[in-house]
């Protein structure tokens, strides 16, 4: 299985942060950094940007 490259952090003021497991640093998306998010909305990101990239590597195919 290939490894997630994306995944989520609690901040201590109780937000939440998205960032890159491969290079540690926080997610930029259209030019805003994924940080002080709800749990949701991170959640929500972290699936998006796992997805896009397994496709981008060829690991995971669009269903029909």
Same mark, same amino acid.
């Given at each position: 299985? +290939?490894?997630?490259?994306? =995944? !989520?952090? &609690? *901040? /201590? #003021?109780?937000?939440?942060? @998205?960032? #890159? /497991?491969?290079? %540690?640093?926080?997610?930029? @998306? !259209? *030019?805003?950094? %994924? @940080?002080?998010?709800? +749990? *949701? *909305? +991170?959640? #929500? !990101? @972290? #699936?998006?940007?796992?997805? &896009? =990239?397994? $496709?981008?590597? %060829?690991?995971?195919? $669009?269903?029909?």
């Amino acid at each position: 299985m +290939a490894t997630l490259r994306y =995944d !989520l952090g &609690q *901040e /201590v #003021d109780g937000t939440w942060t @998205v960032y #890159d /497991v491969f290079t %540690g640093s926080p997610t930029l @998306v !259209l *030019e805003m950094f %994924g @940080v002080g998010m709800s +749990a *949701e *909305e +991170a959640n #929500d !990101l @972290v #699936d998006l940007l796992n997805n &896009q =990239d397994l $496709r981008r590597r %060829g690991r995971l195919t $669009r269903s029909p």
